[in-house]
């Protein structure tokens, strides 16, 4: 059965949008997720229902140029319907966090605190949480535009960048994925690095109840043996 994802904050703010032209001419790359925070809270929520793949330290120290993305987590959702209509499996990688709440292997619910943004990490100018979904699951910790060197911890380590025989760039933009969930908002953009098209998101679909088939086939059953009773006996 598939299922949607929703915003990791209850009141989003975007200051950086996915590819962004204004991000490549001022850091140099392109921006392949999203920058955000929540002005209430350091919260970071799970988009839906998935399984951790990696949570931690990315590089051997939290702040600096060995810092790489700081504190990481790396999540699969499966069978995940995009506001497009195409069901895919996703990779959700988060960086720069202050802390974590989860480890690998964990099964995560969506609205579930999994950590809380912050500032680590060497290429931050500030408390925010980058967030990126990606269409490869297969080789999940690998992220394109990320440099691959000895220190990696989680992010394009050498060997899982041997193993994929290279980086490619598999991203998609969350806007054509999430959802506004029950009690979220997109609080709009803070700066000028936010297309319009970054904050047109959809709000969740009501979801039917779920069919208990088997009850459902129990009632039959038994509306069956009465039917069947009654006519016996005429």
């Known amino acids: 059965m598939s ?30 997720g999203v920058d955000c925070y929540d002005p209430n809270t350091h919260d970071v929520l799970a988009l839906g229902d998935g399984e951790v793949i990696a949570a931690g330290q990315d590089g051997p120290t939290l702040t600096g140029n060995l810092s790489r993305l700081g ?8 069978d995940v319907l995009c506001s497009d209509g ?7 990688r988060t960086y720069h966090h202050a802390s974590v709440a989860v480890k690998a292997g964990d099964k995560v619910r969506r609205g579930q605190v999994i950590a809380q943004y912050g500032n ?3 290429n931050t100018s500030g408390p925010h949480l980058h967030i990126e979904l990606d269409t490869d699951t297969k080789y999940p910790t690998l992220a394109p535009g990320v440099s691959v060197t000895a220190s990696n911890r ?3 380590t050498k ?3 041997a193993r994929a025989g290279g980086l490619s760039d598999s991203t998609i933009n ?14 709009g953009a803070a700066g000028s690095w936010c297309a319009q098209s970054d904050l047109v998101v959809p709000e969740l679909p009501a979801e039917m109840p779920e069919l208990d088939y088997k009850a459902r086939y129990d009632e039959l059953c038994a509306e069956i043996m009465v039917l069947a009773a009654k006519c016996k006996n005429r």
């Open 154 to 156: 989680i992010i394009n």
């Open 71 to 78: 504190m990481v987590t790396v999540i699969v959702y499966r």
């Open 174 to 187: 969350p806007a054509k994925v999430w959802f506004i969930g029950d009690g979220q908002s997109i609080a």
């Open 3 to 32: 299922q949607r994802l929703t915003l990791p904050f209850k009141a989003m703010r975007i200051t950086a949008g996915y590819k962004h032209p204004q991000y490549l001419k001022e850091w140099g790359w392109p921006h392949y």
């Open 86 to 92: 195409k069901v895919r499996d996703l990779t959700a």
């Open 159 to 161: 060997a899982e960048y």
């Open 120 to 122: 680590t990490g060497a």
